[in-house]
T-cell receptor, first 113, second 113 residues
Framework: KQEVTQIPAALSVPEGENLVLNCSFT??????LQWFRQDPGKGLTSLLL?????REQTSGRLNASLDKSSGRSTLYIAASQPGDSATYLC????????????FGEGTQLTVNP | AAGVIQSPRHLIKEKRETATLKCYPI?????VYWYQQGPGQDPQFLIS???????DKGSIPDRFSAQQFSDYHSELNMSSLELGDSALYFC????????????FGPGTRLTVT
């Protein structure tokens, strides 16, 4: 059974800092991995989708990398802003689990002005 | 751009009552997923449909049923509601299965009293 772990569970940084969020998964047989942002009590906003054949994806200040063989992904946020404060979730689409996403428990990010 | 629409956004029911949640996918998306997110938890996959046929089933209670209609909208029917069913219910849609990005709706917050 696929298990997804995110470290750290919470992170507090000053504005302007670059930061890295980590995601690991136990079964490397995946189709792709998605990073999401969730504001308190709100829906999930897809940030980046990275296919298993890709090493990284970039969108604005965000960069996601994937090392499928080691079961790891990182989300890099450059020049963090208070508006980046949210919970960040990674989700894996595994080859043995149909097309369902298996989520990590998230990293709660706070960017202080 | 059009997004996934869910209705209602909030629902309050009493124990043993029935609830129906509706999901309207992004136009041309043929795959719909349902996820349940309990308080302080990560989203858990319930069920999915591809081209109006059930494609995958997760940890969905027998009290719940779902279907996808000819216009691709989907409904999640929940009967004999229990206090533990209180959660945020997300619908997601994608253009095809497996390799495609899942786009999430804003969710329906169900409170069972």
């Amino acid at each position: 059974k696929q298990e997804v772990t995110q470290i750290p569970a919470a992170l507090s940084v000053p504005e302007g800092e670059n930061l890295v969020l980590n995601c690991s998964f136990t079964d490397s047989a995946i189709y792709n991995l998605q990073w999401f942002r969730q504001d308190p009590g709100k829906g999930l906003t897809s940030l980046l989708l990275i296919q298993s054949s890709q090493r990284e994806q970039t969108s604005g200040r965000l960069n996601a990398s994937l090392d499928k063989s080691s079961g790891r992904s990182t989300l890099y946020i450059a020049a963090s802003q208070p508006g980046d404060s949210a919970t960040y979730l990674c989700a894996v689409n595994g080859e043995t689990s149909g097309s369902r996403l298996t989520f990590g428990e998230g990293t709660q990010l706070t960017v202080n002005p | 751009a059009a997004g996934v629409i869910q209705s209602p956004r909030h629902l309050i029911k009493e124990k043993r009552e029935t609830a129906t949640l509706k999901c309207y996918p992004i136009p041309r998306h043929d795959t719909v997923y349902w996820y349940q997110q309990g308080p302080g938890q990560d989203p858990q996959f319930l069920i999915s449909f591809y081209e109006k046929m059930q494609s995958d089933k997760g940890s969905i209670p027998d009290r719940f049923s779902a279907q996808q209609f000819s216009d691709y909208h989907s409904e999640l029917n929940m009967s004999s509601l229990e206090l533990g069913d209180s959660a945020l219910y997300f619908c997601a849609s994608s253009l095809g299965q497996v390799l495609y990005e899942q786009y999430f709706g804003p969710g329906t917050r169900l409170t069972v009293t």
